[in-house]
């Protein structure tokens, strides 16, 4: 569903010319629209996944973590590792981690629709032009 929602955004973007002067419906409609994806990126994935984590994993905090071969159980417990690591620490890191994902591509995302008038330009510059100022190339 994330990737749908932000995956609209770039056939808008290039359907619609930069520098074009935007209605109150077409502000209200994309404000909408971005606070659906941000409600649903940083409110509803991080809860879906600390509710199957919880759940259906059965990631609390009384169920450690040893890894392959014990390399991380805890000095406690006759392992080697200074601290003790459990399966919730592990849930909560990955929550971060669908944080700063989706953080970066947020910030990616404004900068590609705020470059849209660069790339136009570099576009136009692109093509030959004549004396007057026309283009060589003929569209067909």
């Known amino acids: 569903m994330t ?5 609209l955004v770039f056939p808008v973007a290039k359907r619609r010319p930069p520098g074009t002067p935007t209605t109150w419906g077409e502000a209200i409609v994309a404000g909408v629209y971005v606070f659906a994806i941000m409600f649903w990126v940083y409110g509803m994935v991080p809860h879906l996944w600390l509710t199957w984590a919880d759940n259906e994993l059965n ?12 390399i991380l159980k805890p000095q406690a417990l006759g392992g080697s590792l200074p601290f003790t690591l459990n399966y919730q620490v592990i849930r909560d890191l990955i929550v971060v981690g669908i ?9 990616f995302l404004w900068a590609w629709w705020n470059d849209r008038s660069k790339r136009a330009e570099a576009a136009a510059r692109e093509l030959a032009t004549s004396d007057y100022g026309r283009p060589l190339v003929r569209k067909g």
Not at 99 to 107: A, M, Q, S, T
């Open 59 to 70: 990631w609390r905090p009384d169920n450690l973590v040893y890894g392959p071969g014990d």
């Open 99 to 107: 944080y700063v994902v989706f953080l970066g591509l947020n910030i």
């Open 3 to 7: 990737a749908a929602l932000v995956a």
